[in-house]
């Protein structure tokens, strides 16, 4: 069983960056998808960038794209989500998530870490 656990959260001032790390343990990673999800107050938890660990191919919400770069370091097992360019509304608890390639929907997910960037 793949244990997730977030770090690198805090607070940041609008158009600054911060860093968001997603160790990972139990099992290598080269059959899942590895993913950031946010969840605002009073909102829903949404899908902000994934990766694919075999080859490395992303995605990202549209809201984010051109600001938020996510990677992985193979060695360290560990998903990184780079936040540029911050901004009030992307203010919200940050979750990584992991699933199996085969699966439609993510099914592991880590404790979450508060992201709050202030105006």
């Known amino acids: 069983q793949v244990q997730l656990v977030e770090s690198g959260g805090g607070l940041v001032q609008a158009g600054g960056s911060l860093s968001l790390s997603c160790a990972a343990s139990?099992?290598?990673?080269?059959?899942?998808?590895v993913g950031w999800f946010r969840q605002a107050p009073g909102k829903s938890r949404d899908f902000v960038a994934d990766?694919?660990?075999?080859?490395?191919?992303?995605r990202y919400v549209d809201s984010v794209k051109g600001r938020f770069t996510i990677s992985r370091d193979n060695a360290k097992n560990t998903v990184s989500l780079q936040m540029n360019s911050l901004k009030p509304e992307d203010t919200a608890v940050y979750y990584c998530?992991?699933?199996?390639?085969?699966?439609?929907?993510?099914?592991?997910w880590g404790q979450g870490t508060q992201v709050t960037v202030s105006s």
């Open positions: 998530a992991a699933k199996l390639i085969s699966k439609s929907r993510y099914d592991i």
């Open positions: 139990g099992r290598t990673l080269s059959n899942y998808r």
């Open positions: 990766i694919s660990w075999s080859d490395s191919i992303t």
